[in-house]
């Protein structure tokens, strides 16, 4: 099954050079399908692999440069359960972006969905690479097919400063995680991430190690988006188009913490395996930081791509607590949050790009009552909503408590309240938009009129063709988000892959040695007997996220002592809004501040 991984990477890209060669002279509806077929394809290839890698790495060496005595000549893709499912989400995210995109666009180039192709080719051969130097290659065409996408609109202008912010901001981290590698490179004299990992252990945590594990993680965490590094990713959302937007937040921000984590766990967990709890302090703190600072500023915004790229950053902190951990129980925990978050909001995303299809904006104000007659998005979007706060029997909520029981067994009982707290707010500005726009509820905008009644019918072959394969897509993710809290011994199946994941001496022999990777100990979950009582943390959160959104929703707001306290709150938070100016040199200074501040506390407390 081996020689199967290298078919993810190869057939996107043959099929990209294809559409663009052939795309001047095929109609348009055969661009989709092929493009779609292909996506498809590719989804249940992940699937494949993901059945196979259970007991293993699936290693596959490029032109049968196996490894001699252990020494690396030839570059590997070393597939694992947790890549692979990984790699299955962003399939399944391209699928259905695709899909959506059928009537999205009214006129889309064949330059778009070769994009979209040669942006799954890299996702893909990110997840399933097991070389250091390719993972960065991978992330980067990734990340240039990003940017395209994300200025695809280029008769706006706001869109191309987007993607120009989301560029330049990206490529510094880039350099950033280029120069870590070199110094690895210098080191060990090898890319190969099992060899890294075996060759550091043998030496001490000097200076440059450190220096070399800040560069890649504050490389990475620009790609994921974890604060201070994260003043790029609202403008991104803002004027990428929607199918864009389904893969920035269901896929992109996740594979940065996925490569923190495996940069960590296979290459630096051995030389920096004394200083774990040092280190699972300072991301710790990274994470709180980040998960309160996305909802707040997800709770306080009107334009619903940026609601959501903010949701986005909130949950990347919640899953950071789950790696943060450097124990495979919060590694298991948050590679489940990860594939259920991920679902959750590319759905929404998906509802957010039905209202602009259909009403030309995705500003709340503006869209105020103008949702009625739409019950299908509203289901969705409310659903999609209590998923973002954990309702059982989501997915998302499987995570949560997974990652909750392993930092109370660790002494960190107080990141229970901060699931709470940040899945409660970012949540109920979900839920406060719903029933704003969908419902007419709350009082409405200052200057508000209701729209004119239509004079006639809409047409009856108008829109159900649009709008259908417009939802099907977020009911479907919608819908896998939820049956993941129904697939017997998930959690099981979780705690394994995160023990695989970080065996980082299997994982070495596999690679490296040829050897069947010795499994762990045990496999089962240690908190699959403490979901019932996780239960109520997750009513409580949900009580709390509809409390939240009804506090905006209540006519006479603005009078008394309670508008007073509102205004207040409001003038607090001016500050906060103007730190997120949307200027490229703003989101420069801030990513120096961040690698200063994490260099600065590492070299200090690991020396």
Known sequence: MSTLTALPVAVPLVVAALLVGLGPFVRRRVLDAVAIATAAAMTVLTLVLLTGADERPLVYWFGGWVPRDGVVVGIDFAVDTAGAALA?????????????????????????????????????????????????????????????????????????????????????????????????????????????????????????????????????????????FHFWLADAYAVAPAPVCILLAGVVSELGLYAAARVYWTVFAGVLGDHAATLRGVLLGAAALTALLGALMCFLQVHLARLLAFATVSHVGLTLVGFALLEPAGLAGALLYLVADGLVKASLFVCVGVLQYRLGTIDERSLYGRGRGEPVTFGLLLLGGLALAGLP????????????????????????????????????????????????????????????????????????????????????????????????????????????????????AAVLDGQAAGGPASTASPAAGHLPAAVPAALLTVGLAVALAAVPLRRGRGRGRRGAAIRAMLRATLALRRLHSGQVGDSITWLVVGTATLGGLLATLLR
């Open 393 to 508: 029997p989501f997915g998302t909520f499987l995570g949560k408590a997974m990652m909750e029981h392993a930092a109370g067994t660790a002494g960190h009982e107080w990141v229970a309240w901060l699931f709470v707290v940040a899945s409660a707010v970012s949540a109920a500005a979900v839920l406060r938009v719903g029933l704003r726009v969908f419902a007419g509820w709350g009082p409405p905008p200052h200057g508000w009129t209701p729209p004119p009644a239509p004079e006639a019918p809409p047409e009856p072959e108008a829109t159900p063709g649009t709008y259908a394969t417009m939802l099907v897509p977020a009911a479907v993710l919608l819908a896998t988000a939820l049956g993941l809290g129904f697939v017997p011994g998930l959690a099981e199946r979780a705690q394994a892959a995160a023990d695989h994941f970080a065996d980082r001496t299997g994982y070495a």
């Open 88 to 228: 299955t989400l962003g399939a399944l995210l391209m699928t259905a972006a695709l899909v959506f995109t059928w009537r999205y666009f009214e006129a889309a180039g064949t330059l778009f969905h070769a994009l979209m192709l040669v942006f799954l080719a890299a996702l893909l051969g990110f997840c399933l690479t097991g070389d250091l130097f390719n993972l960065f290659v991978f992330f980067e065409l990734l990340s240039v097919a990003a940017y395209a996408l994300a200025g695809y609109r280029t008769e706006n202008p706001g869109s191309i400063q987007g993607a120009l912010n989301f560029a330049v901001t990206n490529s510094v981290g880039a350099f950033m995680v280029l120069s870590g590698i070199a110094l690895l490179y210098g080191r060990t004299g090898s890319l190969n991430l099992a060899e890294i990992g075996r060759s550091l252990e043998r030496g001490p945590a000097d200076g440059l190690v450190v220096v070399a594990f800040v560069l890649l993680l504050a490389g990475f965490f620009v790609k994921a988006a974890v604060v201070p």
